[in-house]
């Protein structure tokens, strides 16, 4: 898995909420059979975003 992301996941600006997701390559194994994946800031499944009504959402997608 990569290692931690260089910026904060989210950042919270007055209704402007900020987030960096990860997109990596990586290998899992749930079955006993290692097999590749996509992984959103080392996760599976990816982080949930949380968003309140009138928020503006700012969405950065860094491809590792």
Known sequence: MPGPPHE???I???HTIIYH????D???????RQRHAIAVNGQLPGPTLEFTEGDTAEIYIHNQ
């Open 8 to 10: 904060p996941f989210r």
């Open 12 to 14: 919270v600006k007055g």
């Open 21 to 24: 997701l990860y997109i990596a």
């Open 26 to 32: 990586t290998l899992v194994d749930y079955t006993g």
